[in-house]
């Protein structure tokens, strides 16, 4: 996904399926978001913030951006869920890699 730098828009999404590709049932899961720079993996601007059940029944589940998690220097970043409450969680989301977050310098530095 690609985000403006400083911008709230589009927020993170992801659906969860099980080992055989089944959509998990997400309704009533806690959710968490964590993001980190894919070149300095130590660089965390988000770390275990509150994700949301999107459409529990479709498996889908995202994080809405807060103030400050855009406003970071452009590059590459990998996002990952952590689901809890569900039977057989923990899962983490994506299992397999992790959610390629792109910031994009912004043209105009005003509002």
Same mark, same amino acid.
């Given at each position: ?6 911008? +709230?828009?589009?927020? &993170?999404?992801?659906? &969860? ?6 959509? &998990?049932?997400?309704?009533?899961? *806690? ?6 720079? =894919? #070149?300095?993996? @130590?660089? #965390?601007?988000?770390?275990?913030? =509150?994700?949301? &059940? ?15 998690? *855009?406003?970071? =220097? ?11 409450? +569900? !039977?057989?969680?923990?899962?983490? !989301? ?12 912004? +043209?105009?530095? @005003?509002?």
């Amino acid at each position: 996904m690609i985000v403006k730098r400083g911008d +709230l828009f589009p927020d &993170v999404e992801a659906i &969860v399926k099980d080992e055989n590709g089944n959509v &998990v049932n997400t309704t009533g899961a *806690t959710i968490l978001f964590t993001m980190r720079a =894919a #070149r300095n993996t @130590s660089y #965390r601007p988000v770390q275990a913030a =509150a994700g949301v &059940v999107v459409n529990g029944p479709l498996g889908k589940i995202g994080y809405n951006w807060i103030s400050g998690d *855009t406003e970071i =220097a452009a590059g590459t970043y990998e996002g990952e869920f952590k689901v809890s409450g +569900l !039977v057989g969680g923990p899962y983490r !989301v994506p299992t397999d890699g992790y959610v390629t977050i792109v910031v994009e310098e912004r +043209l105009s530095t @005003s509002a």
